[in-house]
C-alpha cells in the first residue's frame, strides 16, 4: 500500500466515527507531495469543529487556538506526527509531514483551507473545549480585522556612488496619471491634451534609455527613467553614505544587502529633498545608471526592484548587452544565497526565461548550497515560495514543480533539523 493510499484510508476511518451537522465555518482538507506524487483535494465535506455537547450552535475558531487545533486535528484524522507548522494570516493551515523511506527525503503538504460560508454544506463534526471559540466572533479565524495599510510612502535608501532604489509602488503613478498622458491621446472633447510638464534637463545613457528631470504642474521638479522615450520609472531615493564604508561591509555583496544592513539600522532614512536639490539629484541617479551600463548591468549595483525590471525591457527593446547577459544575471543572483533576491525572482515569474537545462543547473547548485555551514538559504520565507511557485508550476503541468517542491522540503527539514 503507498502512502497516499494508507493516508486516505486512514481518514476515511476516522471521519466514519465522526457526526456531522451543517455549518458555515468548515474547512476542507488538501494533501499534496511531489514525492511520492500526490495532489488530493477531500472538500467533499468539510471539518468543522463546535464545543463539546452544543450541537444546537454555530460558532467560529478563536485565531490564536487555531493552529494548535488545526496541528491535532491533522494529527488525529491521519493518525501521523506534523514536524513543521504554519497559520497563515488568510486563517489556513499548512502542516508538514516528513517521510523518510529508504534513505529518500520526501514530505507530505497537508492544508487546512476555509470554505465559502454556506451553511447548507454537511461538515464531520470535530468536538473541542468551549474556550477554544469565539461567541462573540470578534477574534475569529472567520472574523480576522486586518489592520489597512497605509498610503504608499517609498522609504529605501541608497548610496550616491553605487545605487538606486526607485518608486516601485502605484501611489505615484496613480497622481500621475491623474495629470499625464504621455499617449498623445486626445480627450471627451476631442482636443489635445497639454503635457501637464517640460523636460528641464536629459541625459541619455544609450540608444534606449535617456533620464529626464521633468518639471510637473502638480508634482514639481523630479526625476524619470524613460526607455525608448517612453516613461519607465520615477527615481525615489538615494543613500548619501557609502555602504564600503559602513561596518557590515564585510557582509556585503550586492546593493540589496546593503539596503537591508543600512535600513535595519535606521541610519540613512533621508528622503531626497531634504538634502539636495532636484537637480544636484538628477546628475547623481544619471550618475548610477551610467555606471550600470558600463558595469555590463551587473544587477547587484542597482537595487534589483529596478534592476530586473529595466534589464528585462531593454533585453526586450533588442539591446544587445542586455541579450547577452539577461540570462546570465538571473542565475547568478539565484546562486548568491541572498534569499530576498532569490524569492523576488521566482515570485516575478523570472526563471521562465531560462531553458529546462539551465533550470536544471540551477536547482543542483542550489541543492548543494543548502549543506553548506551556515547557509543562507535555510529561510523559512524562502522555502515557503518555492513550495507554492512549485505547485503553481505542478497545476500547470510543468516538470519543474518537483525541483521547487522537494528543495522546500529539504531547506524545511534542515532548519527543524540543522547538522
Not at 161 to 183: A, K, P, Q, R, V
Not at 185 to 193: A, F, H, M, S, Y
Request: charge should be negative; glycine fraction near 4%.
Amino acid at each position: 500500500m503507498t502512502i497516499k493510499d494508507q493516508l486516505l484510508e486512514t481518514y476515511g476511518k476516522k471521519v466514519l466515527e465522526l457526526s456531522k451537522k451543517k455549518s458555515r465555518f468548515s474547512y476542507g482538507i488538501s494533501l499534496f507531495s511531489s514525492n511520492p506524487p500526490i495532489n488530493e483535494n477531500l472538500f467533499g465535506e468539510g471539518i468543522t469543529f463546535q464545543p463539546t455537547g452544543m450541537n444546537n450552535i454555530d460558532v467560529p475558531l478563536l485565531f490564536d487556538k487555531a493552529e494548535k487545533v488545526f496541528e491535532e486535528t491533522i494529527e488525529y484524522l491521519f493518525e501521523i506526527s506534523i514536524q513543521e507548522r504554519l497559520l497563515r494570516e488568510d486563517g489556513n493551515f499548512e502542516g508538514l509531514y516528513l517521510l523518510d523511506k529508504e534513505g529518500a527525503k520526501g514530505g507530505i503538504i497537508i492544508e487546512l483551507k476555509g470554505l465559502s460560508e454556506d451553511s447548507s454544506r454537511d461538515n464531520y463534526i470535530i468536538e473541542l473545549p468551549e474556550n477554544n471559540f469565539d461567541y462573540g466572533a470578534t477574534k475569529s479565524i472567520y472574523k480576522r480585522s486586518y489592520v489597512p495599510m497605509p498610503p504608499y510612502e517609498p522609504y529605501e535608501v541608497n548610496d550616491l556612488i553605487y545605487s538606486e532604489s526607485y518608486n516601485f509602488g502605484e501611489h505615484f503613478s496613480e497622481i500621475e496619471d491623474l495629470y499625464t498622458d504621455f499617449s498623445g491621446e486626445e480627450d471627451i472633447n476631442n482636443k489635445p491634451r497639454p503635457e501637464p510638464f517640460s523636460v528641464i534637463k536629459e541625459f541619455e545613457i544609450n540608444e534606449y534609455l535617456t533620464l529626464k528631470l521633468l518639471n510637473h504642474k502638480i508634482l514639481g521638479r523630479y526625476t524619470r527613467i524613460f526607455l525608448n522615450n517612453n516613461p519607465f520609472l520615477q527615481c525615489a531615493y538615494i543613500l548619501i553614505t557609502n555602504p564600503q564604508e559602513h561596518k557590515f561591509q564585510s557582509e556585503i555583496n550586492s546593493i540589496d544587502e546593503a539596503s537591508e544592513k543600512l535600513d535595519s539600522k535606521m541610519e540613512l532614512l533621508i528622503k531626497t529633498t531634504s538634502f539636495a536639490s532636484p537637480e544636484t539629484l538628477f546628475w547623481a541617479h544619471c550618475s548610477n545608471i551610467q555606471a550600470w551600463y558600463e558595469l555590463g548591468y551587473d544587477t547587484r549595483i542597482l537595487h534589483s526592484n529596478l534592476a530586473f525590471p529595466l534589464l528585462k525591457k531593454l533585453f526586450q527593446a533588442g539591446d544587445v548587452k542586455a541579450k547577452r547577459v539577461f540570462k546570465e544575471q538571473i542565475a547568478k543572483r539565484l546562486l548568491d544565497q541572498y534569499p530576498p533576491v532569490i524569492i523576488y525572482l521566482l515570485n516575478e515569474k523570472y526563471l521562465e526565461y531560462l531553458n529546462k537545462s539551465e533550470i536544471e543547473v540551477v536547482f543542483y547548485e542550489l541543492n548543494n548550497q543548502i549543506n553548506l555551514p551556515n547557509s543562507r538559504l535555510l529561510n523559512q520565507e524562502l522555502a515557503n515560495t518555492l513550495l507554492n511557485v512549485g505547485k503553481k508550476y505542478i497545476e500547470k503541468g510543468s516538470d519543474y514543480g518537483s525541483l521547487f517542491v522537494n528543495l522546500s522540503i529539504k531547506i524545511k527539514e534542515l532548519i527543524l533539523n540543522p547538522f
